[in-house]
DNA sequence: ACGCATTTGTTCGTATGTATT
DNA sequence: TAATACATACGAACAAATGCG
């Protein structure tokens, strides 16, 4: 966008000059990849960090607004500016799409079926931005949802995490936690995600999908691939998702 | 959002006040809604609405961003504040989310099938908020995409539109329209979508879009449900998409 | 080629309103 | 009630992009 008028040799592509609100919220942003504030707490008021940056308090206010319409911070009136977190349940369904076609509130039940860690594959080490070989964890899931009296499987979910990041990350502690996977990483491993990209395509039930989703081989699957990233655009989370999608839509807003 | 702390009796949900801005957001949206201003036009400068609505610029200004994040719309330095179109190529594929796996930009072609005008089955008619029984244009198309030296079939595409609005929209208008055809809505019919809702499903291909779309009956299919509204939010197309996801994918951004 | 007028973009400052504690 | 925080509104000045004479 900078560059439109730039000299026609040498310089490869200076962005040569920012925006005062820019560099604030790049400031920002590098305190809470830092760690200086952590998800669900408050960050200094408006004026403290206009003092401390040496910006007048309308420059600040114009990159938090950019950081919360971005949904990396959350404004409260009268309380403070915060750290968005995956804790609470107003944002607890910002990444899942899935909706019941019925138009009841999303209720599924989680149902751990593995965790182990291993060698990535090629393809997985690419996408997570790994060197070839190194560790990572794998996590499988179901999640059900009630239909009458019983629960039936809806989502058969394959994560991979870089190991690095996510030593001792077990079945048990998996098993254990209560609320938001996207929290537990968020509490435990100091990984918080804020955007994702996801590729989506119809393919058909292989046989030992169609098992775990008590669906006929060959049953028409939604299959949602998800690559989610922390600040400064670190991918840390590789995710394939079937969906099935009898009862169930994925729903999805353009604008 | 507002009523949190409304007396609790008699008054229902009264808005009750309205910051200055959000009152010239909705003067601004209701000279969009009345034509005053038409896609691609200028609308006036910040100073002529700052002295035409008697508030200052940094008002004017507040509610033309806004609109301009919605993509309603579309500010130029230099040059002055645009009402959006869907004619330039910057916003062609704004509702498109169908891409090459392959990394390459979108190259469709397309090859209409049919267009006609009939009573709005009660589903269609439900959904774009039509008088039971009312006249709708349904069109079916084809989407193409080139393939080596072959082109394949992509997309089977089925709109609806309300038929008061479309009145001349005919198989020869639509074959004759080279560009995207909700330009040709905004340039012929004065409907301009700005707000689409979607709802994905993976199915199976029926006998009859198998044929059209050259796979063999039963391929999984990604099913795209879309509802397209105007200004106020008056829905104005209904359009059921049938991808075939084979070499593409339909590509979304969480955050 | 140059400068000028226009328009949006950025930055500052100040005052007041509203929500929370 | 008072203090603190974000929200709204106004005004002013300069920068950058554009188009025209």
New binding site residues.
């Given amino acids: 966008m900078s560059a439109a008028?730039a000299p026609a040799a040498s310089l490869p592509d200076a962005p040569a000059?920012s925006?005062?609100?820019q560099q604030i919220k790049a400031l920002l942003l590098k305190g809470l990849e830092g760690g200086e504030w952590l998800p669900g707490q408050v960050i200094p008021?408006?004026?403290e960090l206009a003092a401390r940056f040496r910006?007048?308090?309308?420059?600040v206010?114009?990159a938090v607004d950019e950081l919360a319409t971005e949904n990396v911070l959350v404004?409260?009136?009268?309380?403070?500016?915060f750290v968005a977190t995956h804790a609470e349940s107003a944002t607890q369904f910002r990444f899942l799409r899935l909706l019941p076609d019925d138009g009841s509130p999303p209720a599924l039940q989680r149902r751990l079926l593995d965790c182990r860690r291993m060698r990535a594959p090629a393809e997985v080490a690419r996408l997570l931005a790994l060197a070839p070989g190194e560790v990572a964890v794998q996590v499988r899931r179901l999640l059900l949802a009630p239909q009458g009296l019983e629960l039936l499987p809806v989502v058969l979910d394959d994560l991979w995490l870089p190991g690095t990041l996510f030593k001792g990350l077990t079945m048990e502690r998996l098993q254990a936690w209560r609320g938001p996977m996207y929290r537990l990483f968020e509490a435990e491993f100091a990984v918080h995600m804020i955007r994702a990209e996801e590729k989506l395509r119809a393919v058909a039930a292989q046989a030992d999908d169609a098992v775990l989703l008590a669906v006929p081989p060959g049953t028409p699957l939604l299959s949602v691939e998800r690559l989610a990233y922390t600040y400064g655009d670190r991918p840390v989370e590789l995710r394939r998702g079937l969906y099935h999608t009898a009862a169930h839509h994925y729903r999805n807003e353009l604008s």
């Fill in positions: 008028t000059f925006p005062l609100y008021s408006e004026v910006v007048s308090q309308g420059t206010r114009k404004r409260r009136q009268g309380k403070g500016t």
